[in-house]
C-alpha cells in the first residue's frame, strides 16, 4: 500500500466532503422544491474526483461531463459562481448560459463541461497539444464514465493521444451504469482499461473507493503526463449510488446491487482512514461544519442573485456580439 | 505581382500566418511532407519550415482532428484543421456543432474557439455521392461559426488570412475545380474581411447573388447576357454565413430583381434563406419572385453525363434571368 502523507491526505478528505457536501445540498434544494433544475448526483463517486483533482496542480486543466460536480467543486470553482451558475443567475459561471451541464471555469482549469457523452475526450487531447506545442508544462485530465468507453469518439482520442504522446490523463469513473443501462448490458469485456493495450498505451484499474489505491494511480498518470512519457488511462472502480439524474427512476438498480455498493462507499472507509491517521473526529466534523457553512452561505447568495438580462441571448454568439 | 493559383495563395496565407504567430498550426489527415503537404498541395513546404508538430498529420479520425482543434482553441492556439473532404463533416458534426460553435455562447464568452476547419469539395470531377457535397447550409443554420468560401485566388488569400485571425471557428470551403484558378497575388499580409461580399461584377438590371465555383458561371452568364442588353450584378458573397445582408439588400433596391445560385441542392439551401429574406425587406422595390437555383436533389452521380446534368446549368440560369426580367 502506497503512503500518502498527512497533509494530502487532508486535502483529499477536505475535497471528497466538499463535493459530498454539494451534492447533499444540491438534492436537498431539489426535494425542497427551492429549485427545479437538472441535476447528476455524484453520490458515491465523490472520493474519485477529489483524489483526481488532488493530484493536478492549480493550472492544468480539466474536461468533465454533466456528472461533473466533483471536479468542478474539487478542482475549486469559488462556490458562490458554481452555484450561482446551477441556479441560473447572472453571478454564475457562465452568466447563467451554460448551466448544470456546461460549467466553464478557466481560472480554476474546468476548461469543458461536455452534455455530450465522450466528446471530452478529443476536446481534451486539444488542450494537451497545445501544452506540448507551447511548453507550458500543464497536463490535462479528462473525466468520464463507463458508458462513454463505447463511443466512437474514446477510441480515435486515445489512439491519437498515444501517437503523439500527448500529456493527457484519461479517467473513466466506472460506475456501472451507462445512462440507464447496466454495464454488463453494455459491454462485455470485464473493464475498461485493458482497451489501452490496444492503443500502445498503460491502463490500470484501481478501486476508487480506496483512497490508497485511487489517489497513487491518479499521481503516477499525472507524473508520467508532466515528464513527457504520455497519457494513462486509470480506471476507477465506483459506484452512482442514485439514478442517472435526480428524480429519475432507479428501480432498474437491483436491491442486491444497492446493498453491494453501500458496502462499498467510500465515505466511510476515508473517515477511517482519516482517524488511523490519528485525525480526530472532532476535527473531521469541523472540516465537515466549515463546509456546510461555506455552501450555505454561496447558496443563499445564489438565491438572491440577479437574474440574467434577457439581452443575454443576442451576446457571446460570435466575437462581434461579445 | 506575379500571377497565383488558388492552391498557393492558400499555403502563402497560412504559412504568413505560422510565421507571423507560433499558436499558428495544421492538423489534418496527410497534411504532412511525409505524406507529400495535403491532398491537394496546400500545406506543402510547411513541415519543412515549422517541423511536424505544427504540421501534424493524424490518423483518420475526424472526430479526433477537430476535438483536438476545439482544445487547441481553448488554449489560446490557432488551429487550422482539415477535413479532407466536405462529406466527412457527417463523421465530426458533435465536435463542430456542440462545441467549436456553442463554447463561446454556453462559457457566457469566456472560451471562444479561434479555429479554421479547411475542407474542400466540389461537383464536377467524378467523385461520386459521398465526396462532392456542398454542405455549407448545414453550418449557416448553425449559431457561433462563420461560413466562408472563395472564387479567386486573391480572394482566397485574403479570406484565408482573415480566418486564421477570426476569434470564433470558421468552415473554410474550398472548390477542387477553383484550386488550379490563375490571378495575380495581391501579396503579403493581404486580408478580405469576413462578412463583406464582393460586387464581382456592376450590373442593373438584377442582382445575381452567388459563392464558390458559381460565381465564375454567373460571371461568365452576365458576359453573355450583357450582349442582349440584359445588365447583370453579381454579389459574391465570400462569407455564407453570416452573409453580407447590406450589399445584397442595396443591389436589390438597386436592380428589383434577384436570383440566387449556388452549387448545393436548392431546399432548403442557403439561397431559400436569403431569398426569404429580401422578400421581408425588399418587397416594395421588387418586381418580381426571387428565384433560385441550385443542383438536383439527388446524389451527385457518378458517370460524367449525368454529374454534368446533375449541375445547376447555365442555360437554365439563362433562362431564369430572361425571364425576370420579361425577356423571354
Excluded at chain 1, 515528464?227 to 428501480?251: I, K, N, Q, W
Excluded at chain 2, 465564375?216 to 450582349?227: E, H, N, P, Q
Excluded at chain 2, 462569407?239 to 442595396?250: F, K, N
Excluded at chain 2, 428565384?291 to 431564369?320: C, M, N
Aim: glycine letters at 10%.
Amino acid at each position: 500500500m502506497a503512503e500518502i502523507d498527512r497533509d494530502k491526505l487532508l486535502d483529499i478528505y477536505t475535497r471528497t466532503m466538499k463535493v459530498n457536501r454539494t451534492d447533499e445540498k444540491f438534492r436537498e434544494l431539489l426535494m425542497g422544491g427551492k429549485v427545479a433544475v437538472m441535476y447528476y448526483c455524484v453520490r458515491g463517486q465523490e472520493l474519485v474526483s477529489a483524489a483526481a483533482m488532488a493530484a493536478l496542480e492549480k493550472e492544468d486543466y480539466v474536461v468533465c461531463t454533466y456528472r461533473g460536480q466533483g471536479e468542478q467543486t474539487a478542482k475549486g470553482i469559488p462556490m458562490e459562481k458554481w452555484w450561482g451558475e446551477c441556479l441560473g443567475k447572472a453571478t454564475g459561471t457562465c452568466k447563467g448560459k451554460g448551466g448544470t451541464m456546461h460549467i466553464t471555469d478557466p481560472e480554476t482549469g474546468i476548461m469543458v463541461t461536455t452534455g455530450v457523452v465522450g466528446s471530452g475526450l478529443p476536446i481534451a487531447n486539444g488542450l494537451a497539444m497545445a501544452s506540448q506545442n507551447n511548453g507550458d508544462g500543464r497536463v490535462t485530465l479528462v473525466s468520464f464514465g463507463d458508458g462513454a468507453a463505447n463511443i466512437g469518439g474514446f477510441h480515435e482520442a486515445m489512439n491519437m493521444a498515444q501517437l503523439y504522446k500527448l500529456p493527457v490523463i484519461f479517467l473513466c469513473q466506472n460506475n456501472r451504469y451507462g445512462e440507464h443501462t447496466a454495464y454488463a448490458d453494455h459491454t462485455d469485456s470485464p473493464n475498461i482499461a485493458t482497451r489501452a493495450a490496444g492503443y500502445g498505451m498503460k491502463g490500470v484499474t484501481v478501486d476508487g473507493n480506496d483512497v490508497h489505491q485511487i489517489y497513487p494511480a491518479m499521481q503516477e498518470a499525472v507524473a508520467r503526463a508532466r515528464a513527457g512519457e504520455g497519457p494513462t488511462l486509470v480506471e476507477a472502480m465506483c459506484y452512482r449510488m442514485m439514478g442517472h439524474f435526480f428524480g429519475s427512476d432507479f428501480s432498474y438498480m437491483p436491491p442486491e446491487h444497492i446493498a453491494e455498493m453501500k458496502a462499498e462507499d467510500p465515505l466511510p472507509k476515508l473517515r477511517q482512514v482519516m482517524l488511523d491517521y490519528q485525525f480526530t473526529e472532532e476535527e473531521l466534523d469541523a472540516i465537515v461544519a466549515d463546509i456546510d457553512a461555506q455552501i450555505n452561505a454561496a447558496v443563499e447568495h445564489a438565491l438572491n442573485a440577479p437574474l440574467p438580462d434577457t439581452d443575454e441571448i443576442y451576446k457571446d454568439v460570435l466575437e462581434e456580439t461579445a | 505581382m506575379a500571377q497565383i493559383t488558388m492552391t498557393q495563395a492558400l499555403n502563402l496565407a497560412i504559412d504568413e500566418a505560422m510565421a507571423d504567430d507560433p499558436g499558428v498550426f495544421c492538423l489534418g489527415e496527410d497534411v504532412s511532407a511525409k505524406q507529400g503537404g495535403g491532398v491537394f498541395k496546400v500545406t506543402s513546404g510547411l513541415t519543412e519550415k515549422y517541423g511536424e508538430h505544427r504540421i501534424r498529420a493524424t490518423p483518420i479520425s475526424e472526430t479526433a482532428i477537430i476535438g483536438a482543434a476545439v482544445g487547441a482553441a481553448l488554449a489560446g492556439q490557432r488551429p487550422i484543421a482539415e477535413i479532407m473532404l466536405m462529406n466527412f463533416v457527417g463523421v465530426c458534426m458533435d465536435q463542430i456543432v456542440n462545441h467549436a460553435a456553442k463554447l463561446r455562447f454556453m462559457s457566457g464568452g469566456q472560451t471562444p474557439c479561434p479555429m479554421v476547419i479547411r475542407t474542400t469539395t466540389g461537383v464536377g470531377v467524378g467523385f461520386g455521392g459521398q465526396h462532392s457535397d456542398m454542405l455549407e447550409a448545414w453550418f449557416a443554420h448553425v449559431a457561433g461559426i462563420h461560413v466562408v468560401t472563395p472564387s479567386n485566388p486573391a480572394d482566397a488569400r485574403g479570406l484565408m488570412r482573415a480566418s486564421i485571425d477570426a476569434n470564433d471557428p470558421v468552415i473554410f470551403i474550398e472548390n477542387i475545380l477553383c484550386y488550379g484558378l490563375k490571378a495575380e497575388d495581391p501579396g503579403p499580409g493581404y486580408r478580405v474581411p469576413l462578412g463583406k461580399a464582393a460586387i464581382a461584377r456592376e450590373g442593373t438590371d438584377i442582382s445575381l447573388i452567388t459563392y464558390g465555383r458559381t460565381v465564375l458561371d454567373a460571371l461568365a452568364v452576365a458576359d453573355d447576357l450583357a450582349k442582349e442588353g440584359i445588365s447583370v450584378e453579381v454579389i459574391d458573397l465570400r462569407t455564407i454565413a453570416p452573409y453580407d445582408e447590406a450589399t445584397v439588400l442595396a443591389s436589390v433596391r438597386k436592380t428589383g430583381r434577384a436570383i440566387t445560385l449556388h452549387e448545393a441542392v436548392r431546399p432548403f439551401g442557403t439561397g431559400a434563406e436569403i431569398a426569404a429574406n429580401i422578400q421581408e425587406k425588399c418587397w416594395d422595390s421588387l418586381k418580381g419572385p426571387v428565384r433560385r437555383i441550385g443542383g438536383t436533389f439527388s446524389a451527385v452521380p457518378f458517370a460524367s453525363h449525368l454529374e454534368q446534368a446533375w449541375i445547376p446549368q447555365k442555360s437554365d440560369l439563362i433562362a431564369q434571368i430572361k425571364a425576370s426580367v420579361g425577356k423571354l
